[in-house]
């Protein structure tokens, strides 16, 4: 028995063919993607492309570590005196008047100092009153309602 027969030959080289066509396939594709990749280099190499990442990258940590790290550690410095933890309590004044239209609000740092302002609305006239925190004591007499805004910022800031 002869080992190269003709069908074997037949079936060697449908088996050849559809290897060589799926080649060309993957061959295309791949060119494709490369043509695609190459297209904005325009007269640049990939190297030349390497080199300009690399000295963008440069430039960019130079930034970072010349502008923009002193600007965070300044704003860090700041936290701790910034208004943050505020309450707020709506409230009527007077019997006669409607609408919650009195307010207190109390805003502290994170060193709980800060203030209480609030403001008493009459048909009349009306009123703002402002009194200071010092590490959550209070310099003034409190209201009620002004006593709430407080308890209400000091919970806010111990989230």
Do not use: W
């Amino acid at each position: 028995m002869e080992l190269f027969t003709p069908l074997f030959l037949g079936v060697c080289s449908i088996v050849l063919f559809v290897l060589v066509v799926t080649l060309f396939s993957l061959l295309f594709t791949m060119d494709r993607k490369y043509r695609r990749f190459m297209k904005g280099l325009g007269t640049m190499d990939v190297e030349s492309l390497m080199q300009r990442y690399a000295e963008d990258l440069m430039q960019l940590r130079i930034h970072l570590e010349t502008r923009t790290e002193p600007r965070i550690s300044a704003m860090e410095r700041k936290f701790p005196t910034v208004l943050r933890n505020v309450g707020m309590v709506s409230y009527n004044a007077f019997e006669s008047m409607g609408n919650l239209m009195s307010f207190s609000i109390a805003a502290l740092d994170e060193g709980k100092n800060g203030f209480v302002l609030s403001g008493i609305y009459g048909r009349d006239s009306s009123y703002v009153y402002a009194k200071d925190i010092k590490t959550g004591v209070p310099g003034k007499e409190l209201s009620r309602e002004e006593k709430e805004a407080l308890r209400i910022a000091m919970e806010n800031g111990r989230s």
